[in-house]
């Protein structure tokens, strides 16, 4: 059982962290190509496109992978609750409160920014979301590792 | 009035006094072998109720286990 529960905290971690890196190379070229327009050229909308794709494929396959896990701890609620427990809470709500400060900051950048540059409400909104939640995960995954 | 640093355990010697592995207590608990680990180390602070099942588990009173560090200094 302690065996399981150390591999499974190693699964974990692993798919959080596939997941991190398919949504932040998923969603940062989708929004750069947004922003850009006109003005990227058509090879390199067109290469980053196919990167956005793959990361998107890449993305839902790790989603599907994490909601197996909690599928399959849904039957299991002494390692559920191994899995979950104190020190995985506190981790959690320092990267949650991490990430609600990297929005503020970011917003605050991009507030700035907007003096000098015209930025749409979309892209600070779609940009905000992905900050929020890469920094949220990241921090979980740099609190985690105890 | 010595202001408090930090709170100290002598959680691996205990748990090495029985011959128990960090997942093994770790089992007893309900906790990760990482929470034993970071608790033996000082990273992590355990709640009230972690550290009362810890000591329930090694057979000795809470205050054996864990005991308040000062930094030295007074008020």
């Known amino acids: 059982m302690e065996d399981r529960i150390d591999a499974m905290e190693r699964m974990r971690r692993r798919m959080l962290a596939g997941f991190l890196v398919a949504f932040v190379a998923w969603q940062v070229p989708t929004i750069v190509r947004e922003a850009a327009g006109a003005w990227m050229p058509p090879g390199i909308a067109g290469a980053s496109a196919v990167l956005a794709a793959l990361a998107a494929i890449i993305w839902i396959a790790y989603s599907l992978r994490l909601w197996r896990l909690q599928r399959q701890l849904a039957h299991e609620p002494a390692m559920a609750e191994a899995l979950d427990d104190e020190r995985v809470k506190e981790a959690r709500s320092r990267a949650l409160a991490f990430g609600f400060w990297a929005l503020l900051v970011y917003l605050a950048m991009v507030r700035l920014a907007a003096f000098l540059l015209e930025i749409s409400a979309a892209t600070v909104a779609q940009s905000g979301l992905v900050v929020a939640a890469a920094a949220a995960i990241g921090a979980f995954l740099v609190y985690d590792r105890g | ?75």
């Open chain 2, 1 to 75: 009035m010595a202001s408090i640093d930090r709170l100290g355990n002598r959680l691996k010697v205990l748990r090495a006094e029985r011959d128990l592995t960090q997942a093994e207590l770790a089992r007893h608990v309900g906790v990760t072998r990482k929470t034993i680990n970071t608790v033996e180390n000082g990273v992590f602070v355990p709640s009230t109720v972690l550290a009362l099942a810890l000591s329930r588990q090694l057979g000795v009173p809470v205050e054996e286990i864990f005991y308040l560090v000062d930094d030295g200094s007074s008020a």
